[in-house]
């Protein structure tokens, strides 16, 4: 089955560090990009950041960038974010996508169900 | 980036046609035809229903069709079915490796 499955998600308080992963299946997970996709309690989705397919290149959204940074492992089929110096805000379901088209960020055909990230003290 | 301008809420009856836009700016919607619309139920995660302005997904109904004129996107819902009943966002790519979404909208079938 081609599904794509998170975890990592936990109570952190604010300043602390978090790392998300998404464990991919079903499909040769080397050749796509993929991307972080948050949504925030009751709000809209936000891209977060994007690999692509062989690592070379990582993106990031103003909102994180400095403080949040994507990686991959193709021999795991694993794609992670290592969220650092978190903030209240950050607080949001984080989803991975799998990106097609421009550079991985055409449009996203593939989600997983999330992990929850909640910040407070 | 400032995100995609859409109504909150949209409705209608079960077989009427509604109508969702989606306004940005050319650096996004007006730049590009990579505009994209999801679908997105309680409690599950997003679903596209529509890429590259109009091209549907396989599997997803010939009920669902997109467009795009100037800066604004538009996902009309034709034959409306109570399983339509969701928030729909759309997104865009907005250059220098960005992608933008929109705010959403609820949408209710009466």
């Known amino acids: 089955e081609v599904q794509l499955l998170e975890s990592g998600g936990d109570l952190v308080q604010p300043g602390g560090s978090l790392s998300l992963s998404c464990a991919a299946s079903?499909?040769?997970?080397?050749?796509?990009?993929m991307n972080w996709v948050r949504q925030a309690p009751g709000k809209g989705l936000e891209w977060v950041s994007l690999?692509?397919?062989?690592?070379?290149?990582?993106y990031y959204a103003d909102s994180v960038k400095g403080r949040f940074t994507i990686s991959r492992d193709n021999s795991k089929n694993t794609v992670y974010l290592q969220i650092n110096s978190l903030r209240a805000e950050d607080t949001a379901l984080y989803f991975c996508?799998?990106?097609?088209?421009?550079?991985?960020?055409?449009?996203?055909?593939?989600w997983g169900r999330g992990t929850l990230v909640t910040v407070s003290s | 980036q400032s995100a995609l301008t859409q109504p909150p809420s949209a409705s209608g009856s079960p077989g009427q046609s509604v109508t969702i836009s989606c306004t940005g700016t050319s650096s996004d919607v007006g730049g590009y035809n990579f505009v994209s619309w999801y679908q997105q139920h309680p409690d599950k995660a997003p679903k596209l229903m529509i890429f590259?302005?109009?091209k549907r997904p396989s599997g997803v109904p010939d009920r669902f069709s997109g467009s795009k004129s100037g800066n604004t996107a538009s996902l009309t819902v034709s034959g409306l079915q109570a399983e339509d009943e969701a928030d729909y966002y759309c997104s865009s790519y907005a250059g220098r490796n960005n992608l933008v979404f929109g705010g959403g909208t609820k949408l209710t079938v009466l």
């Open positions: 996508a799998r990106g097609r088209e421009f550079g991985g960020l055409g449009y996203f055909d593939l």
């Open positions: 590259e302005v109009s």
């Open positions: 079903g499909f040769t997970f080397r050749s796509f990009a």
């Open positions: 690999i692509y397919s062989s690592g070379s290149n990582t």
